[in-house]
């Protein structure tokens, strides 16, 4: 086993390297697209008194998050509550 390691411990650090860049890659997709949805809430929130703006972010922040039209004002307020604390 000592040998092993020996000769291929290149191999096994460069694999442990990969594994770790992986999971850091996935981990900051994820935090890419929470903010991306918290941007696409708080623009739709920021124009919320003139109907015509509200509805054209309401529609945008539904495509940029995933969610139905109907239920992005609730996801919206999901997001928030998530962000607070």
């Known amino acids: 086993m000592n040998k092993f390691l ?3 411990i290149t ?3 460069l694999a442990i390297i990969g594994y770790f860049l992986f ?6 997709k994820e935090s890419a697209k929470y903010y ?3 941007r696409a809430c708080a623009k739709m ?6 109907k015509d703006s509200s509805k054209l972010y309401e529609q945008e922040a539904a495509k940029t998050t995933g969610v139905e039209v109907n239920y992005v004002g609730e ?4 997001l928030n509550q998530q962000n607070l604390f």
């Open 6 to 8: 020996e000769k291929n």
């Open 11 to 13: 191999i096994v650090l």
């Open 23 to 28: 999971s850091i890659s996935g981990s900051l």
């Open 36 to 38: 991306s949805d918290l």
């Open 45 to 50: 929130k920021a124009f919320i008194k003139d």
């Open 75 to 78: 996801y919206c307020k999901k």
